[in-house]
Nanobody
Framework: QVQLTESGGGLVQAGSSLTLSCSAS????????VAWFRQAPGKEREFVGL????????DYGDSVKGRFTISTDSPKNTFYLQMNNLRPEDTAVYSC???????????????WGRGTQVTVSS
């Protein structure tokens, strides 16, 4: 089974940009949907965004729409989360996931990374 590894997290100031990467250990199948979720301390896991692996179709949570963008690099079996204009409320552990459904529901994603911490200071 493909394993996912996130990287790129860190501590940044509000208003900054950061790009997270999610690398797969093997080939991501063409019909896959890739997604990002996040979980802040004491809160439920929250949907951030998703994108079809082979087409630009995407969907984003209301709190990040217009600021975050998911992109893919098929030859590298890697996808990214570009985060702009970061806010303190974006502080969370960000996890990438792969599934087969175009869905915001975390239960529809079978393969997950361990997560990377993003902290935004005010």
């Amino acid at each position: 089974q493909v394993q996912l590894t996130e990287s790129g997290g860190g501590l940044v100031q509000a208003g900054s940009s950061l790009t997270l990467s999610c690398s797969a250990s093997g080939r991501i199948y063409s019909s896959a949907v890739v997604a990002w979720f996040r979980q802040a301390p004491g809160k439920e896991r929250e949907f951030v965004g998703l994108r079809r692996w082979k087409t630009p179709s995407s969907d984003y949570g209301d709190s990040v729409k217009g600021r975050f963008t998911i992109s893919t690099d098929s030859p590298k079996n890697t996808f990214y989360l570009q985060m702009n204009n970061l806010r303190p409320e974006d502080t969370a552990v960000y996890s990438c996931a792969i599934g087969s459904q175009y869905s915001r529901g975390e239960s529809d994603y079978r393969t997950w990374g361990r997560g990377t911490q993003v902290t935004v200071s005010s």
